[in-house]
């Protein structure tokens, strides 16, 4: 019977530094190390067979903000208890500090 080496192995990662040093602090203050959250992040995709987290682009996260944004909104203009201002009580104080061109 062939026996399954659990010797581990070593990887190499391409990192920007300043994403490498933000990680690394969070990670700290949660304390683990990269290593730990590395093999954490690779134990979970072999096991869950898939990403185990969103990969969208910031354009996605964008309009998904503006969408959360726009519901929220949507729902305190609904709500009869809503306060509104004035178009004097939001612009009265920019016109006083910096003029009627603003």
């Not at 969070?26 to 304390?31: A, V």
């Not at 016109?95 to 603003?102: H, L, M, P, S």
């Amino acid at each position: 019977m062939a026996r399954k080496s659990l010797a581990n192995k070593a990887i190499t990662v391409r990192l920007d530094s300043a994403t490498k040093e933000q990680a690394g602090k969070m990670l700290e203050e949660m304390g683990i190390n990269m290593t730990t959250y590395i093999t954490a992040s690779l134990k979970a995709l072999v096991r869950e067979r898939r990403i185990p987290f969103a990969m969208v682009t910031a354009e996605y996260l964008a309009d998904q903000t503006i969408l959360a944004k726009l519901a929220e909104a949507e729902k305190e203009a609904a709500d009869p208890n809503t306060k509104w201002l004035t178009q004097d009580q939001v612009f009265g104080p920019i016109r006083e500090r910096f003029g009627d061109e603003v």
